[in-house]
């Protein structure tokens, strides 16, 4: 009777042990595909998709996670079995190395999926900080070029009134001058139509020159006199 019922838990452990075993490959498949395309997804593409496949992805590890727990624990009941011969020990066996290659095949698609997560973390960090300098020396370009223009229009501005002014000016001296020469003209007429007060207006100009050579022989004595006081 214990032969039976031990034969009849054998039978339901090994069919429960192949169930989880296509379900678990199964999913293996599917991780493995998932964590293919998110990895390509952020590496070409900036879009956030409309479905988290990080989250989708951590969930699917959770539920394959959950099963391999539940292979275990059955291949550890079937353990418990007395074996019934060399086929049911090897199938204990052989169930077991599913188990292990199952969990070396997870884990190698999860470690390779948060190596290349971490990796494009770091590239699109990287991406963000070049992007960042750009734009940063793009706007100080943008601004070293709009002060530049507004200095040469200054100058610009700043050239254009003093020409300006000088333009006035010569305006002016223009003007002047031929003012200065219509006065001149003025007077040689004048001169020219009173001869009587050209000779009066020389007359004047002699005794003015007269009056200062006088004067400062007067000056010159009085201080060659006021020394020779002074010396003796």
Known sequence: MAGSLG?????????????????????LVAFSKLGINTGTR??????????????VFENMASEIETLLTKLFSINERMSELQPNGAAMLHTMQRHK?????????????????????????????????????KSATGLNRREMYLKENQHIHNSDRLINDQISIAMETRDHLMTQRQAFKRI?????????????VN??????????????????????????????????
């Not at 200062?212 to 020779?228: A, P, Y």
């Open 97 to 133: 190395e599913i188990l292990k290659d199952y969990k070396l095949e997870f884990n190698k698609i999860r470690n390779n999926f948060t190596a290349r997560k971490d990796r494009e973390d770091l590239l699109g960090s990287v991406r963000k900080e070049i992007d960042n300098y």
């Open 42 to 55: 952020h590496a070409t593409t900036e879009e956030v998709p409309l479905l988290d496949e990080e989250q």
């Open 184 to 196: 001149r003209t003025r007077f040689n007429d004048i001169s020219n139509r009173f001869p009587a």
């Open 199 to 232: 000779s009066l207006m020389q007359r004047i100009n002699l005794r003015k020159r007269r009056d200062s050579v006088i004067l400062g022989l007067v000056i010159g004595v009085c201080t060659f006199l006021m020394l020779l006081y002074a010396f003796h």
């Open 7 to 27: 034969t009849i838990d054998w039978e339901d452990l090994r069919k429960q042990a192949r169930h989880l075993e296509n379900e678990i490959d199964a999913k």
